[in-house]
């Protein structure tokens, strides 16, 4: 939320030195001397443990509205004050009268400033380890993550995002999608909006719109974060305009808990959709890139009129139901963004050490198993209009168009009676020439280029649960594989990215080009 208490609340010139020694995360607390989870409070920046240990800063801020000593009322700026804490691991920030978490700063950016600070204290001890590791990298690896020309400029380099409390799933999401050209690049070629005027001009604040629903831009936000990311910035991108935005507009984000990437990434495109549709800015936005067989039509059904997101993630299935009865045929046409695959049920039992291992679920097993025909249970029962009554039907799935980039969401979390399990079982995927004709309605039709993937992404759950763990991304650019862990970015083999256990993975079309290449050398 955005916290009208800052400019009252939080010192405007903080002395660090007031601060203890060490790291940040291993603060102790000035009452009870508890060095778990410790929090700031930035108007005395004392150190005190958070409600869930000894509740002590929540007591600080308590005693600092409770009467002086004397029954003497404390005056309104000192009930002002002691009010904002910050966590001294997250670095989040929280406000007690408010009694929320806080997205805004200072109109001094004090907020962020203390943030810094604290960031460069924890980072401190492993400076030098840092600095020695990168040069060593930058001097010997060919896949380092500052890459050199002959010149000795530098041509790429990563960033990575900051965790703003648990963002690792919304971190991962936006890192793979900056990994797919076609779709980050439309984004970085669309004209900034006007900043904000009136009475918040020039505040440093953590959104750059102003108040009210009506007034928020996403497509603007994932534009700006979208810029950040391969401008050689040396420091992690905080995306916090881009979090205030989704909290604003996808209600189930708020908060700090743990979320399903899968899940954020499904908001993220389908929103960003419908304000493109809307195009409330008013600005001339570039043009979706458009197939020239006019396929592109058929995912208008997604919530109207085609738009980038539609034109690279949108494909259609073709559904057809058969009744076993009478024979009667069925087909329905479903518009997809991405394709949720099961994992093989042969392939989900865990071995014990003593047992010898089974055969590899690749990615193909689950492409078939999720386009095999299927012989429906009782409660899936067609409706047969020529029968007039629910019959045994079996349902097959074709993939009538395919998309620019195709989206595989592997389904690793399931439901048994009251717990949402996690299916840890690796399964073997191409980095390159994924063929998807196989799974296509009408494959002869098909050029050989146009069913041809290759890997741009993969994000990755870390965990046993949806609700806890941690997600981390791959993504290729330029040739070169690149592992993000919210705000560390490094290099990477192909041989690692193969052996991820993946969540999600993000491949695109192979060109034309380098196809009818490829067919003329085979």
Same mark, same amino acid.
């Given at each position: 939320?955005?916290?009208?208490?800052l400019?009252?609340?939080?010192?405007?010139?903080?002395?660090?030195?007031?601060?203890?020694?060490?790291s940040?995360?291993?603060?102790?607390?000035?009452?009870?001397?508890?060095?778990?989870?410790?929090?700031?409070?930035?108007?005395?920046?004392?150190?005190?443990?958070?409600?869930?240990?000894?509740?002590h800063?929540?007591?600080?801020?308590?005693?600092?509205?409770?009467?002086?000593?004397?029954?003497?009322?404390?005056?309104?700026?000192q009930?002002?004050?002691?009010?904002v804490?910050?966590?001294?691991?997250?670095?989040?920030?929280?406000?007690?009268?408010?009694?929320?978490?806080v997205?805004?700063?200072?109109?001094?950016?004090?907020?962020?400033?203390?943030?810094?600070?604290?960031?460069?204290?924890?980072?401190?001890?492993?400076?030098?380890?840092?600095t020695?590791?990168r040069?060593?990298?930058?001097?010997?690896?060919?896949?380092s993550?500052?890459?050199?020309?002959?010149?000795g400029?530098?041509?790429?380099?990563?960033?990575?995002?900051?965790?703003?409390?648990?963002?690792?799933?919304?971190?991962?999401?936006?890192?793979?999608?900056?990994?797919?050209?076609?779709?980050?690049?439309y984004?970085?070629?669309?004209? +900034?909006?006007?900043?904000?005027? /009136?009475?918040? %001009?020039?505040?440093?604040?953590?959104?750059?719109? @102003?108040?009210?629903? &009506? #007034?928020?831009?996403?497509?603007?936000?994932?534009?700006?974060?979208?810029?950040?990311?391969?401008?050689?910035?040396?420091?992690?991108?905080?995306?916090?305009?881009?979090?205030?935005?989704?909290?604003?507009?996808?209600?189930s984000?708020?908060?700090y808990q743990?979320?399903?990437?899968?899940?954020?990434m499904?908001?993220?495109?389908?929103?960003?959709?419908?304000?493109?549709?809307?195009?409330?800015?008013?600005?001339?936005?570039?043009? +979706?890139?458009?197939?020239?067989? /006019?396929?592109? %039509?058929?995912c208008?059904?997604l919530?109207?009129? @085609?738009?980038?997101? &539609? #034109?690279?993630?949108?494909?259609?299935?073709?559904?057809?139901?058969?009744?076993?009865?009478c024979?009667?045929?069925?087909?329905?046409?479903?518009?997809?963004l991405?394709?949720?695959?099961?994992?093989?049920?042969?392939?989900?039992?865990?071995?014990?050490?003593?047992?010898?291992?089974?055969p590899?679920?690749?990615?193909?097993?689950?492409?078939r198993?999720?386009?095999?025909?299927?012989?429906?249970?009782?409660?899936?029962?067609?409706?047969?209009?020529?029968?007039?009554?629910?019959?045994?039907?079996?349902?097959?799935?074709?993939?009538?168009?395919?998309?620019?980039?195709?989206?595989?969401?592997?389904?690793?979390f399931?439901?048994?009676?009251?717990?949402?399990?996690?299916?840890?079982?690796?399964v073997?995927?191409?980095?390159?020439?994924?063929?998807?004709?196989?799974?296509?309605?009408?494959?002869?039709n098909?050029?050989?280029?146009?069913?041809?993937?290759?890997?741009?992404?993969?994000?990755?759950?870390?965990?046993?649960?949806?609700?806890?763990?941690?997600?981390?991304?791959?993504?290729?650019?330029?040739?070169?594989?690149?592992?993000?862990?919210?705000?560390?970015?490094?290099?990477?083999?192909?041989?690692?990215?193969?052996?991820?256990?993946?969540?999600?993975?993000?491949?695109?079309?192979?060109?034309d080009?380098?196809?009818?290449?490829?067919?003329?050398?085979?």
């Amino acid at each position: 939320m955005e916290c009208p208490h800052l400019n009252s609340s939080v010192c405007t010139s903080i002395d660090y030195s007031g601060f203890p020694n060490g790291s940040p995360s291993s603060w102790c607390c000035s009452v009870c001397r508890s060095n778990k989870s410790p929090w700031v409070c930035l108007t005395c920046l004392s150190v005190h443990c958070g409600r869930y240990v000894n509740g002590h800063a929540k007591k600080h801020y308590e005693d600092s509205q409770s009467p002086a000593a004397g029954g003497q009322k404390r005056c309104d700026k000192q009930q002002s004050q002691h009010l904002v804490c910050m966590d001294c691991i997250s670095y989040s920030t929280f406000c007690y009268r408010c009694d929320d978490f806080v997205v805004n700063d200072t109109r001094l950016g004090q907020v962020q400033k203390v943030r810094e600070h604290l960031q460069s204290l924890e980072n401190a001890p492993l400076t030098a380890d840092r600095t020695l590791k990168r040069k060593l990298l930058e001097s010997s690896s060919p896949n380092s993550k500052l890459l050199k020309d002959n010149g000795g400029a530098s041509t790429l380099c990563a960033t990575g995002l900051r965790n703003l409390g648990n963002t690792c799933f919304m971190n991962a999401i936006l890192q793979s999608l900056s990994n797919i050209q076609l779709f980050s690049c439309y984004f970085k070629e669309l004209p +900034a909006v006007a900043l904000r005027s /009136g009475k918040t %001009a020039g505040r440093r604040m953590y959104h750059t719109r @102003s108040q009210g629903d &009506t #007034s928020v831009s996403l497509v603007e936000e994932f534009r700006k974060t979208l810029c950040s990311l391969w401008q050689g910035n040396p420091t992690a991108f905080s995306p916090d305009s881009l979090f205030y935005v989704v909290w604003k507009i996808m209600p189930s984000f708020r908060g700090y808990q743990q979320q399903d990437a899968h899940e954020f990434m499904r908001y993220l495109l389908d929103h960003l959709h419908r304000e493109l549709q809307g195009n409330r800015n008013g600005a001339k936005t570039p043009a +979706a890139p458009q197939r020239e067989d /006019g396929a592109n %039509a058929a995912c208008k059904s997604l919530n109207g009129s @085609s738009t980038v997101v &539609t #034109s690279i993630f949108g494909g259609v299935l073709q559904n057809e139901v058969n009744c076993l009865v009478c024979g009667t045929e069925s087909r329905k046409y479903d518009p997809f963004l991405d394709l949720s695959l099961d994992i093989p049920s042969q392939f989900r039992h865990k071995r014990t050490k003593d047992q010898e291992p089974g055969p590899t679920c690749t990615l193909l097993d689950c492409l078939r198993s999720f386009t095999d025909l299927e012989e429906l249970d009782e409660t899936e029962f067609y409706m047969c209009h020529k029968c007039k009554k629910k019959q045994k039907s079996t349902k097959k799935f074709w993939v009538q168009k395919l998309p620019k980039v195709l989206c595989l969401h592997l389904k690793r979390f399931h439901w048994t009676s009251y717990l949402r399990n996690k299916v840890d079982t690796y399964v073997e995927f191409p980095l390159r020439d994924l063929d998807m004709r196989g799974y296509l309605l009408e494959p002869e039709n098909s050029l050989r280029g146009g069913c041809l993937y290759d890997l741009a992404a993969v994000v990755v759950h870390h965990g046993s649960g949806v609700g806890s763990g941690h997600y981390t991304a791959y993504g290729r650019q330029e040739g070169r594989w690149y592992h993000f862990n919210d705000s560390t970015v490094t290099p990477t083999e192909e041989e690692t990215v193969v052996k991820a256990k993946a969540y999600i993975l993000f491949y695109t079309e192979r060109n034309d080009t380098a196809s009818s290449e490829m067919d003329t050398k085979l």
